[in-house]
């Protein structure tokens, strides 16, 4: 018996990556699985191909699993209702989406293009709304269905280079979060995940020194994408259906839960009084100012600390 038994999952960007191990991982689990990916290159730039979508798809099918593929776009909602009747015509229905898609256009913000910011914004942002509104009604009239979103620690902490995909990222657990919020009544189930795996969008990294190569060698050793993808996959399983509206975490083998935004000061002016320019200034910027965040990345857990120097 599998953890999703009698239940049809769709996984889009399953040809490459963390997709392609979500769709492999939830076929061994029971799934039956629509594997969507759209085939083209890591910016997005050409057309695409069945090739890649299918060739899982068929890997899951010598296995003795069920699959079918797809190739559209997710940035395509009327493709999106399709892979929605194609999962239904192919198996009966469908329960869970595992939405990994995704491309990047790294340049500095002051360098930006549109087509660089609306090409990203285009497949993540507008990709995880296509999945998600394409889906929610059958959900929410079958009381059944999960969602596992894909954020980035590029959104939550930031990351040079990468205005476009840290927006669209942060924008993703947004929708995560109120999609959780809306559909709790109706058994509708929504998580996020920020993974760092070694897939094809790490890999395009430029390495700067011999330090980062080494970093790199580790990592493609021991943070590969079947660690996400198989936490992917238990949290669309209903063994997991009290778990939503959560923002997590995969490195390696360490499985990290992250806060949310919550107020962490307050000022406060008594009644009667009110804030000014000058008092703002002088009153609560130094009040909040210990508690400000600094522009360093936060490290990830289970990272080993900096060494000082000598």
């Known amino acids: 018996m599998g953890a999703l038994d009698g239940k049809v999952v769709l996984v889009t960007g399953g040809g490459n990556g963390i997709g392609r191990d979500c769709a492999l991982i939830a076929a061994q689990e029971g799934a039956k699985v629509v594997v969507n990916d759209l085939g083209g290159s890591l910016k997005g730039e050409d057309e695409g191909s069945a090739g890649p979508a299918e060739a899982v798809a068929a890997e899951i099918r010598a296995a003795g699993g069920e699959a079918v593929s797809n190739s559209d776009s997710v940035t395509d909602l009327d493709a999106v209702y399709g892979m929605v ?30 087509a660089e910011w609306d090409s990203v914004i285009a497949v993540h942002m507008r990709g995880s709304f296509n999945v998600a509104r394409a889906t929610i009604e059958l959900f929410r009239e079958q009381n059944d269905g999960a969602y596992m979103f894909f954020t980035s620690t590029s959104g939550l902490f930031g990351n040079i280079g990468q205005a476009n995909y840290g927006a669209a990222k942060m924008g993703i657990a947004g929708l995560s979060r109120i999609i959780a919020m809306e559909g709790a009544r109706n058994n509708v189930r929504s998580n996020c995940l920020a993974p760092v795996a070694w897939t094809r969008m790490t890999q395009s990294v430029p390495i700067k020194d011999e330090a980062a190569a080494a970093r790199r060698a580790v990592m493609a050793e021991k943070v590969r994408a079947d660690q996400p993808a198989r936490f992917s996959v238990a949290m669309v399983t209903p063994a997991a259906a009290s778990v939503s509206g959560q923002i997590f975490g995969s490195s390696g083998e360490n499985i990290i839960l992250y806060s949310q935004p919550r107020p962490i000061e307050t000022c406060t002016k008594p009644e009667g009084e009110s804030w000014t320019v000058e008092s703002i200034i002088k009153e609560a910027i130094p009040k909040m100012a210990p508690k400000f965040f600094d522009l360093n990345r936060a490290p990830m857990a289970g990272a080993q600390p900096a060494k000082q120097p000598a």
């Open 85 to 114: 009747e194609q999962a239904k015509k192919s198996f009966g229905g469908l329960h869970a989406v595992i939405n990994p898609a995704g491309i990047l256009r790294d340049v500095m913000f002051h360098k930006m293009t549109e």
